[in-house]
């Protein structure tokens, strides 16, 4: 553990404090691009050296703790030095002009900072990635075959990086200040003042009294708080050490808990209506707005959650496992005295469905956010509580823009060097045309690069090397867009290295891989759905509300086939003839376009498995006396059930 020096933290708190006057002032006195996200950069990386300070111990404490003091000033001065040199940079002209030994000095001080922060916050993954195309930029001569190029010299790769709005300053640096800042700030203010607390509240309140309450309740839950959260696992950190307890205290053990919080946890992300930051990001590159992005989500975000409500119910029934104590039920605090800390995201909802930008909407639902609390003696909350919130969401930006642009670096070499036209044709020539194999090697790609990486990283750089391919393929850039984010969103939970699994099993104590294979398999449908949005975009949204509505209700329907096929279990115990034929339905009403002739047919054939299972199996074979039991099982009280298995077991003896 880090102890810090008290000069440690006021410099913490003086630089938090200053970061977030500047963010706040682009609000309502904007500077000009090569000002104020240069500015915004390295006062990230300043704030990023400070509070992830190295834990130097015996003859190295001393350099060591000099060495980030001077990191943080080059970052100040850096800052500086674009205030005072605005002028030339903005108007010179780029790749022409001619490039300063000053320059020069910025970029490479500036990149080898950069790659220290890196390493601190998400580790050797990201930073191995960003060398390899910083290397590959500055040497792609040395590269054999139809990879190669003539490369970048300094002054070229000066003028790339850090001298206009591309590379490091590009577009992930601009949609963090410009966006992402506003929904941490919302995000943060919520969290702080009680509104995750609440949200934890409403969904024990509405899943609570249901057959497998405690894992629908985490599924509401994280499903709420992912909404503002945008981070997987900071869902699982804020949500899963109240949730996971509650569902190992109801039957489950430890690595299906976490599988459920992580899973959960994860979906938060794809959940309209605010969604994750890589939604935001998306609309700002698609150059559409945030509506369309979150209109587009609602039908496959209900398809993923439906499923996995599906699966846990099922599994209540099948096993009796899941559900909530009536004295823990009783220990949840009265909504109603708390309702008003719902001003924030109403407001915030009803802003942008208004039409109104996503920044304004977050920027006015943060100040709702912050004065609701003030509207009730009992949710009141101590200048202390503001002050921390005013240190917290500065670190939160920086921790997170850190990543962001570093991505720019990718996004530059990528598209300077002509890499991604290039892998656009190599893909089309590996997938011999054939779409759907096209399809599986992106999902790998998306998956591979999803380990390690916060979601929004992953989705940028998928969306420079695989949106390009995939409407080269014919596919709607919308679609292909949230192809790319819903497989970078679910490499949060696919081994070897699932972030949010392992934060789950964490929690739990409970075995890390097994975990991430059980989040996966519950999670698996989701691997199915962007194939179907892909074949159909009327899915995202995108069609007469007639055909969305039907398209949405054989979505569902394909949803619960998957369960039925995942648990075996469908009102009774299923053979493994009925699964098969439950995991074939599903697949076809998901990758058939709806509406099609064979859609109707397999949507026919789903309801009439339906009938077969509940009515017309029971009347040829006879009752399920198993299922049955198990079924009422399910709706007893855990602390009930235990005592009656001691009992038996007693007897069996």
Request: hydrophobic share 60%; proline share 4%; aromatic share 10%.
């Amino acid at each position: 553990m880090i102890t810090y020096s008290k000069f440690h933290r006021l410099l913490v708190i003086a630089l938090s404090l200053f970061y977030l006057a500047f963010l706040l002032k682009q609000f309502f006195w904007p500077d000009a691009p090569m000002l104020a996200v240069p500015v915004h950069v390295f006062l990230a990386l300043a704030l990023t050296i400070l509070v992830t300070a190295v834990n130097w111990s015996g003859r190295v404490k001393l350099p060591g703790r000099a060495l980030e003091i001077a990191m943080v000033a080059v970052c100040l001065l850096i800052a500086v030095h674009f205030v005072l040199d605005l002028n030339r940079l903005e108007t010179r002209l780029p790749y022409i002009d001619e490039v300063f030994g000053v320059d020069k000095l910025v970029f490479v001080v500036g990149v080898l900072i950069l790659f220290e922060a890196v390493r601190r916050t998400v580790g050797w993954s990201l930073l191995a990635m960003i060398a390899v195309f910083l290397a590959y930029a500055a040497f792609g001569y040395l590269v054999p075959g139809p990879l190669g190029f003539s490369g970048f010299n300094l002054s070229e790769l000066t003028d790339i990086m850090t001298m206009n709005t591309d590379g490091l300053f590009g577009v992930t640096s601009s949609t963090a200040i410009n966006f992402v800042f506003y929904f941490i700030m919302f995000g943060a203010i919520f969290a702080a003042t009680g509104g995750g607390q609440l949200f934890i509240d409403i969904a024990m309140m509405a899943a609570g009294r249901l057959t497998g309450g405690a894992a629908k309740a985490a599924l509401i839950g994280s499903a709420l708080f992912g909404t503002i959260s945008g981070s997987a696992v900071s869902n699982v950190a804020a949500v899963g050490v109240l949730t996971i307890p509650l569902m190992r205290r109801a039957g489950y053990t430890g690595e299906e808990a976490a599988a459920t919080e992580a899973i959960g946890s994860t979906g938060g992300q794809l959940m309209p209506p605010v969604m994750g930051i890589a939604a935001f990001v998306m609309a700002d590159l698609m150059g559409i707005p945030y509506t369309r992005i979150a209109l587009a989500g609602i039908i496959p975000a209900l398809a993923f959650y439906g499923a996995l409500f599906l699966i846990v119910d099922l599994r209540a029934r099948k096993t009796g496992a899941g559900s909530v104590s009536i004295d823990t039920r009783k220990l949840i605090a009265p909504i109603m005295p708390r309702i008003h800390l719902l001003i924030g995201p109403v407001l915030l909802l009803v802003m942008l469905f208004a039409g109104y930008s996503a920044p304004f909407a977050a920027f006015y639902a943060s100040v709702a956010a912050l004065l609701a609390p003030l509207l009730r003696a009992a949710t009141r909350y101590s200048f202390s509580s503001l002050f921390e919130i005013a240190v917290d969401v500065p670190r939160q930006m920086a921790l997170l823009s850190v990543p962001l642009c570093a991505i720019g670096i990718i996004m530059a070499s990528a598209t300077q060097s002509n890499l991604a036209l290039k892998f656009v044709s190599g893909l089309a020539v590996l997938g011999g045309g054939n779409l759907y194999l096209s399809l599986i090697l992106i999902v790998i790609g998306c998956l591979i690069m999803g380990m390690g990486l916060p979601t929004v990283a992953a989705y940028i750089i998928g969306s420079v090397m695989f949106v390009p391919a995939l409407v080269n393929m014919g596919i709607d850039r919308l679609a292909a867009n949230f192809f790319v984010m819903f497989f970078c969103v679910l490499s949060m939970v696919t081994p070897p290295v699932a972030l949010a699994s392992f934060a789950a099993a964490g929690v739990a104590q409970a075995n890390t891989m097994k975990t991430a294979m059980l989040a996966t398999g519950m999670g698996a449908v989701s691997f199915l759905i962007p194939f179907g949005f892909v074949q159909d975009p009327v899915i995202l949204w995108n069609g007469p509300i007639v055909n969305i509505l039907l398209a949405f209700f054989g979505t569902m329907c394909a949803t619960a086939a998957w369960a039925a096929a995942i648990q075996g279990f469908m009102h009774q115990n299923l053979s493994l003839i009925e699964r098969l034929v439950f995991l074939g339905l599903c697949i076809g009403i998901v990758l058939y376009k709806s509406l099609s002739p064979i859609w109707w047919v397999l949507l026919a054939a789903f309801w009439v498995m339906m009938i077969w299972c509940f009515i017309a199996r029971q009347k040829i074979f006879g009752d399920n006396s198993m299922a049955k039991r198990r079924a009422a099982t399910a709706h007893m009280d855990v602390d009930e059930l235990m005592a009656q298995r001691q009992t038996l077991a007693l007897h069996a003896e």
